[in-house]
Structure formats: structure tokens, C-alpha cells
């Protein structure tokens, strides 16, 4: 079973950064697809952002263009979500997921909650004003 392990949550003001670290239990580059999504009180969960392991090709929700980046390191099966210039709007729960399936090449990672099976527990990102 494939595990997902966040970390690096909290509390921070509008305009500061913050780092969160998501690692899996197997072989990130196997994983493929690697990526964030967060889904705030009473709303949907919004997929932010996805890193292709293979390719490192990244997929970037519009809403976070510019202040939100991903990287990998897939010697420690580890996917990291850079936050910068957070806003109170981006407070929410922070979601690692990844899916099940196993492919042969490369693909593109879709910013589609259905495309997911695997989650991690979530890490919270508060940002006060």
C-alpha cells in the first residue's frame, strides 16, 4: 500500500513563505504523477499543482502562477510545494495525492481530483492578514 507523508504546514502571515514536503512510500519516479491540491472549508478541493517525476514537467494551477512552485528529489521519493507571497486566501488544507495506476513512458498529469486515488493526511496552511 503506498503511503503519502506531508509535512511543513502552519501558521504564517500574508506574504510570507512556506514549504511543504510531501514523501512516498515507493519510488516517486514509479509514482509518475506527484502533486498538491488543498481544499479550504465549504469549497471543493482545488488541485494547485503536479510535477511529472520522469519528466519534471510541472502543471500549474492559474490561481497560484507566479507564487506557487513544486520540485522533486526522487532519491528520497519526496515532492516539495514552495509557497511564496501566500495570501488569506490560500488557507486551507493541503493534500499530497498521486494515483495507483502504473504507466509505461510518460504523460501528462491532469489538475483533476478524479485522477487521484492515493492521498495523503493533509497539512494545514493558515495565512493571516
Known amino acids: 500500500q503506498v503511503q503519502l507523508v506531508e509535512s511543513g504546514g502552519g501558521s504564517v502571515q500574508a506574504g510570507g513563505s512556506l514549504r511543504l514536503s510531501c514523501t512516498a512510500s515507493?519510488?516517486?519516479?514509479?509514482?509518475?504523477?506527484m502533486g498538491w491540491f488543498r481544499q479550504a472549508p465549504g469549497k471543493e478541493r482545488e488541485a494547485i499543482v503536479f510535477i511529472n517525476t520522469r519528466s519534471s514537467r510541472v502543471y500549474l494551477a492559474d490561481s497560484v502562477k507566479g507564487r506557487f512552485t513544486i520540485s522533486q528529489d526522487n532519491a528520497k521519493n519526496t515532492v516539495y510545494l514552495q509557497m511564496s507571497s501566500l495570501k488569506p486566501e490560500d488557507s486551507a488544507m493541503y493534500y499530497c495525492a498521486t494515483d495507483s495506476r502504473r504507466y509505461v513512458g510518460t504523460y501528462a498529469c491532469q489538475l483533476d481530483v478524479q485522477e487521484y486515488d492515493l492521498w495523503g493526511q493533509g497539512t494545514q496552511v493558515t495565512v493571516s492578514s
Open positions: 515507493v519510488s516517486s519516479y514509479d509514482l509518475m504523477c
